[in-house]
């Protein structure tokens, strides 16, 4: 199987702003997955008051932010499908 990595080694401008979009994605998928995991841990089957408390949303938000976190992670794994997506392989493949 050939090596399918990506590794630049020499900073251009363009190197380091596909390294920074790269970086931000990364950290942008982890911090949502860590919120929706305490997100689960502040509702109380249909009580999202302590999410909407927590996050600093008006009452009737917590579910709505909520749904669209999750939402949002299920459409990231599901371009997964069962092989690395395309999202996936540039977060992993570039250096």
């Known amino acids: 199987m050939a090596v399918t990595y990506i590794s630049h080694p020499t900073q251009t401008a363009h190197a380091n702003r596909i390294d920074a979009a790269v970086s931000n994605l990364r950290s942008g998928i982890g911090q949502l997955r860590e919120s929706y995991a305490l997100m689960q841990s502040m509702r109380d089957g249909t009580d999202y008051t302590l999410v909407e408390t927590m996050f600093g949303l008006a009452p009737g938000d917590g579910q709505v932010l909520f749904n669209l976190v999750r939402e949002s992670l299920e459409l990231v ?17 570039i250096n």
């Open 77 to 93: 794994d599901a371009l997964d499908n069962g092989n690395p997506n395309k999202l996936q392989k540039l977060i992993t493949r």
